[in-house]
């Protein structure tokens, strides 16, 4: 997930923008570059890798310049190498840009017949050529932008500097995110409000198909139509202090010890302890009359999906279907009338799930949302915001961004159950006293460092992994399944536990560590059933258990 800043400042812009690449590591990439306007030239640096190589570079080659624009690239189109490496540049401007343009081939086939010259294999260097050529036929920068923008089909957030217009830039967004930051004669673009922090608490977020001209004096927004609008001047809340590590080694390690606070600042939003009972953030809303929840997330959201799954049908007794964003659409899904479309996002926008929303939305579903950034495009288009507090997630892996997600869909599934008749007011009480004893246990669970040192040595020298669960612990065996091969580059699987013997049986020997979560419970005796068969055949078993 690649990251964008942009400044139209009064000083020196070039360190600015490499500490706003910096806030922005957490999302991963392989290469990054700046783009400064100074004297009428575009000076541009880029260095595949680290930020420390591109901070090298600009030690060495220094880039002046009161406007500038930068960017961490995670590779799509090409390699990760320094040609590859955003900005991309013409004779007349260098851009900057998120997400993909899905129809570049046909486009760069047709820039080539024209005679334009590539130096890179990126989808993003066929936009700059194309606003090169609007502005070679003498439009202006805005005109060249709003005759391009129609010609691209994909995801962008786009940040385009001009050699010839050195006090303004243009972005612009279809699909990933972009924000206005407005500071005391600065403006600023960014890809999140993390990145903006340290500059302005004062920001917009441009609406799908926005496009934006900024100056020093402000900001001009234009919508999908090219009508001059306004966008809500909002403070982000984003502190510079909340993307410290802090006594931690790293972010993640941060984050996971940030668990019991931040589940409990999330449930204090959906439980009223004053007569122990769940509730909604928008008391007002009524779901008394849903009749089957569609749930779409992706990733760690998709499994937090799974584990409610399994909450609403025991609770609600609510019948549930689950897709993983990307495909959902693509199998044009019976929607019923009187359905509830939940949708699961740490960020509020990414794009195949806002992407599945809005299909939702067109076919009469009410929209329910749970996203810990409630200024994101999916919370401007729910009916329903159920807002997690988690703070911002700096860790690529994601950690307390999804026990968050569980205690808001534990709550939720409690609140359905109550208003369908299903949850006496007694079990309703019990439930809330469990709710409310989570931080404490998530505090206890952290307290086992030494033996997790102890068993990681049994993991590290395996290439293979398998975890297993039954019931709600089969999504959790998928999620650790997934943290372990996100962060370890360990081969990882999570399987149903019962379902060892018809086939992932095959792979057990004493090289492949097998994860097993079993605490007490109905299903615990049949769990360590199937951990005897691993047993067996010589499976090494860490056992994760209550009891």
């Not at 139509?225 to 984003?238: F, K, L, N």
């Not at 909340?242 to 940030?258: L, S, T």
């Not at 369908?420 to 505090?443: H, Y």
């Not at 090289?511 to 605490?519: D, K, N, R, S, T």
Request: with cysteine.
């Amino acid at each position: 997930m690649c990251g964008i800043i942009g400044i139209v400042g009064k000083e020196d812009v070039a360190e600015r923008l490499v500490d706003g690449l910096r806030r922005m590591e957490y999302r991963g990439y392989d290469s990054a570059g700046v783009c400064t306007v100074s004297g009428g030239e575009l000076i541009r640096r880029r260095a595949p890798g680290k930020l420390s190589n591109l901070v090298l570079e600009l030690a060495r080659n220094p880039a002046s310049g009161t406007t500038g624009i930068a960017h961490t690239r995670w590779a799509t189109h090409g390699a990760p190498t320094a040609a590859n490496a955003h900005p991309h540049a013409t004779e007349h401007l260098a851009l900057v840009h998120n997400g993909i343009i899905e129809n570049f081939r046909p486009l760069r086939a047709e820039l080539s017949a024209r005679g334009r010259k590539f130096e890179s294999d990126t989808d993003t260097e066929v936009v700059a050529h194309l606003v090169s050529e609007q502005v070679e036929a003498g439009k202006s920068p805005q005109d060249a932008v709003r005759a391009v923008l129609p010609q691209l089909r994909g995801a962008f957030a786009l940040a385009i500097a001009f050699r010839a217009y050195p006090d303004m830039l243009i972005g612009a967004r279809l699909g990933s995110p972009l924000v206005v930051g407005y500071g005391e004669g600065e403006t600023y673009l960014g890809s999140d409000a993390l990145a903006l922090a340290p500059l302005t608490q004062q920001i917009a977020y441009l609406d799908e198909g926005d496009w934006v001209v900024i100056t020093r004096e402000g900001a001009q927004i234009f919508d999908k139509d090219d009508q001059p609008v306004s966008r809500e001047i909002t403070t982000s809340g984003a502190s510079a202090a909340a993307i410290e590590k802090g006594i931690f080694r790293h972010f993640m390690q941060k984050e996971i010890f940030e668990q019991p606070t931040v589940v409990a600042q999330t449930l204090r939003s959906y439980i009223r302890q004053v007569d122990q009972s769940v509730a909604l953030p928008q008391f007002e809303f009524d779901l008394s009359g849903i009749t089957r929840i569609t749930i779409v997330a992706c990733g760690t959201s998709y499994y937090a999906g799974l584990v409610a799954k399994y909450w609403f049908e025991h609770f609600a007794r609510l019948p549930v279907d689950i897709d993983v964003a990307s495909e959902f659409r693509y199998r044009d899904p019976v929607l019923e009338r009187g359905g509830l479309a939940l949708f699961i996002s740490q960020s509020g926008e990414t794009a195949d799930t806002l992407a599945a929303l809005k299909h939702c939305k067109a076919a009469g579903q009410t929209i329910a949302v749970v996203v810990n950034v409630p200024t994101s495009s999916m919370a401007r288009e729910a009916d329903l915001l159920l807002p997690t507090h988690a703070g911002p997630e700096i860790g690529v892996a994601s950690t307390k961004a999804f026990t968050c997600q569980l205690a808001v869909l534990a709550a939720l599934a409690a609140y359905l159950a109550v208003k369908r008749g299903r949850m006496s007011r007694a079990e309703e009480c019990d439930l809330v006293a469990q709710l409310l004893e989570t931080p404490a246990q998530l505090n206890a669970a952290l307290a086992h460092d030494d033996e997790i040192a102890a068993m990681a040595h049994l993991i590290a020298p395996a290439r293979d992994v398998l975890y297993l669960g039954r019931g709600q612990d089969y999504p959790l065996a998928l999620e650790g399944a997934l943290k372990l091969k996100e962060i370890s580059y360990i081969h990882a699987e999570g399987y149903a536990a019962g379902e060892m013997k018809h086939g992932p049986i095959a792979l057990i020997d004493e090289a492949v560590p097998v994860i097993v979560l079993a605490p007490s419970g109905p299903l615990f005796e049949k769990t360590v059933s199937n951990m005897q068969e691993v047993r067996a055949r010589g499976g090494k078993i860490v056992l994760i258990c209550d009891a």
